[in-house]
């Protein structure tokens, strides 16, 4: 009997041995999993996305005239705010040829900020932008975000004078500056180009201080525009000028618009429809309207009836502009 008790509790004993054996081994290779779960953290912030160089690559410069046309193409273009991160932009192949005039619309959200973030780099990018058949990866950040003029919603002026805010590298003559005042309608506002500009521009109303955004723009002349809601949060009078100016002043450059108000994009060549990172419509607002399943159909449909009817007419005007021949075939 004591045999057995004996032979029992060893075989107990052994078992409790293994099983301390098999808890320190576990905790070993928990040990281990924690310290490669750390050298990987430590990985992932060493690789922590740096901005590509500001300089282009010797022989990678582009022309000082480039963009000449103002082509664009995206190529599967992802691209994530940070490489832990899943992609915000999810395969976007799409043409914007030269002088178009392009509507970005979609919900909060949806990655119309992140397209335009793309047109900069300043985010990851995979997969290529191509600008006049220049991959923008291979162009230096400087040369890049220098080509492409931007209205942001919120006006950028600096405290300086407004010569120096209109001209930050002092390129233009004062004739160059006072037509651009014109061209904007501020010139009757302004006595001299030394007037100061006070901090964040509050000597100037929200929608002046867009004026002279776009003033900077005209000065510029790059052949791309960019406007993130630019008239979300000025009066629609003024709204009216910047949207009549750019209709002149940009008439041969590509301007992309992210949409506050639909009316102001119901006449551009092409509507890009975003939906959670993809591009989901992308053609003449009169031909998306057609498909009353659509995304764009149903965001005119959320402004009322006599607003989207409105709507509908713009877009139906504009398209027998632009397509004079097909509007006169689909109308018989
Ligand atoms: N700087 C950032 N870092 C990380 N994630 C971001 C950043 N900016 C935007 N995102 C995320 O990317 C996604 C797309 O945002 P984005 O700002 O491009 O949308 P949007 O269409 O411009 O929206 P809204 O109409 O509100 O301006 C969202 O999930 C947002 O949270
Ligand atoms: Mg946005």
Known sequence: MWREYWNTSRKTRNRDRNLNQVSNETRNQDQNLNQVSNEMR???????????????????????????????????TNMRYSSCDPPVLRELTFNIEPAWKVGIVGRTGAGKSSLISALFRLANLEGSIMIDQVDTQTVGLNDLRSRISI?????VLFSASLRDNLDPFNSYKDDSLWNALEEVELKEAVSTLEMPVNVGGNNFSSGQRQLVCLARA??????ILVLDEATANVDPQTDALIQSTIRRKFADCTVLTIAHRLNTIMDSDRVLVMDAGTMVEFGHPYLLLQNSEGYFYKMVEETGSSMAEQLHQIAKQAYTMSEPETAERESL
């Open 218 to 223: 005209i000065l510029r002349n790059n052949k």
């Open 151 to 155: 209205i942001p919603q919120e006006p």
């Open 42 to 76: 430590i990985l992932k912030y060493i690789k922590i996305d740096k901005e590509s160089g500001p300089e282009s690559e010797p022989g990678k410069k582009p022309l000082p005239s480039w963009p000449p046309k103002g082509e664009i193409q995206f190529i599967n």
